[in-house]
């Protein structure tokens, strides 16, 4: 594992952790020397990083749909050049285009910055021009895409599998449902109709053949008023809303992730039961100190999952619990009993 964080989880379970920069040659190099095959986990690996391993051993996904996916103009413009519906949007590289921006998408709306935003940093709701000035400066002047604020039926995601040979294979879709910007809870099977359901499988399907991606990724979707789908992003890695994999189907989306790399037959992506996937924040951490687990254990059939970062931050990304039950109804009841419990404890 290649990663600049000495605390590294995935580090830590490594038999080798290279804790570098990702555009250092020296750790590139014994990169290229011991993998036969190399794959990110994290979109903001350099593309030129890729493009050099590529020369010298197997990277999936590739440098060029990555570099298109880890930047927000790069990303939208694809999608536009392919017709894929989006939410309407405008480039803002400085303030003097905010005016025409503002003229595309009309206001309310999103300003979101082209690079490094996740988990919903990185972007401000704006109402005005005024704002949208306010909103860029806010950002450092840094490039953004401006976006017309949608009125949400509800989000759903697709996580997909594409092959070195062009075959594809999706997971079942989930239903997100998104806290302050953070996903908070997936639901699957989504609670949306067959047709969007087919509908957003066929347009995974379109992006990734149109990105030539070799590997895991994900689109997040929005569902509008009339049933109508418009893709948000695009996200060239495993996903959060694909986590409910790891216990409810017959393969992993990080198990496909090692397969499509090492250019072995998918798994089988079937659902083997209804499954709620809850994400464990920082939040839950009362006065830093972890949560009570039993609070969680004690339920049978929920699966716990950490990931062994060392410090709980407001909105940090702990961990995440899978609850699995015999209907839906029931693993959403039960989802959000246990974290009314761990919430109390606050
Ligand atoms: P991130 O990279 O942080 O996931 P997203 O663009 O996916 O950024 O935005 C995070 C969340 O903010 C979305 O899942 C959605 O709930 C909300 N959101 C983003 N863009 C819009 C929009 N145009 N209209 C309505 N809600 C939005
Ligand atoms: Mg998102």
Redesign the pocket.
């Known amino acids: 594992v290649l990663d600049p964080d000495p605390d590294s989880p995935a580090g830590e379970l490594a038999t080798d952790h290279v804790c570098a920069d990702y555009t250092d040659h020296t750790a590139l190099e014994y990169i290229a020397k011991t993998c036969d095959a190399v794959s990110t986990e994290f979109e903001n690996v350099p593309a030129a990083t890729l493009a050099w391993l590529a020369d010298k051993c197997v990277v999936r996904p590739g440098a060029k749909a990555v570099s298109i996916s880890q930047n927000?103009i790069l990303e939208k413009s694809f999608l536009r050049d392919q017709g894929i519906p989006t939410?309407k949007?405008a480039i803002v590289h400085s303030a003097v285009d905010i005016d025409a921006a503002i003229k595309t998408t009309d206001t309310p709306?999103?300003l979101?910055v082209a690079r490094f935003?996740?988990?919903?940093?990185?972007?401000i709701r704006v109402n005005s021009t005024e704002e949208t000035h306010a909103a860029l400066q806010a950002m450092n002047n840094e490039p953004c895409v401006l976006?017309?604020?949608?009125?949400?039926q509800c989000?759903v995601s697709v996580v997909i599998a594409r092959g070195y040979d062009g075959s594809m294979m999706t997971y079942p879709v989930a239903e997100?449902r998104?806290h302050h910007?953070?996903?908070d809870i997936s639901i699957v099977p989504a609670r949306v109709s067959a047709a969007i359901q087919a509908t957003a499988s066929e347009m995974a399907k379109v992006i990734a053949a149109k990105l030539e991606y070799i590997g895991v990724m994900a689109v997040?979707f929005?569902v509008l008023e009339g049933n109508a789908l418009v893709v948000?992003?695009i996200?060239p890695r495993p996903h959060n809303s694909g986590h409910y994999t790891l216990d409810a189907c017959v393969t992993s989306q990080f198990e496909q992730q090692v397969r499509t790399l090492c250019g072995l037959p998918f798994g089988d992506t079937r659902l083997l039961s209804p499954v709620v996937m809850v994400n464990l924040l920082g939040d839950v951490w009362p006065h830093d100190h972890a949560p009570a687990w039993e609070r969680i254990l004690s339920h049978p059939q929920i699966k716990l999952h950490l990931y062994g970062k060392r410090k709980a931050r407001k909105g940090r990304k702990m961990g995440h619990y899978n609850v699995l039950a015999t209907s839906l109804d029931e693993a959403i009841q039960l989802a959000q009993k246990v974290q009314t419990s761990l919430s109390r404890d606050n």
């Open positions: 927000r939410a949007f709306a999103i979101k935003g996740y988990d919903g940093k990185g972007q976006e017309q604020l949608l009125d949400l989000e997100n998104h910007g953070i996903l997040e929005f948000n992003e996200a």
